[in-house]
């Protein structure tokens, strides 16, 4: 949930990666948004090494974790790497989900709004 009171809920990966089970490990977490496009991303305290189905090409909707960063990403539109419509992050990014609903309305996010992540 953003400070802004926008929430989103993810529906995450049935396979139960090795990323997605370290970050339900570690919830809740609190971070800052930050934009990059149509994407808002955040930094979460650790590391995971890319899996073998890790991708750059996202789909409207895709939650990510990008190890380059330690952050997590949800995209919602073309950022800066895209070629056309689709999102495309800057560096493969390990999936973790989806987005239930709308991730449109992520466009109201500003960079530096408070958020928290918990398990719902």
Known sequence: MFENGIRTMVDLRSDGTDTARR????L???STANTWGDEVYFSVPFHA???KDARAEMEVGDVAFWPDGDAVAIFFGPTPSSIGKKPRAYSPCNILG???GDPTVLRQVKPGINLRVERQ
Request: proline share 8%; charged share 30%.
């Open 98 to 100: 989806m987005v239930e």
């Open 49 to 51: 090494d890319l899996e």
């Open 28 to 30: 809740p977490i609190a």
């Open 23 to 26: 970050m339900l490990e570690l």
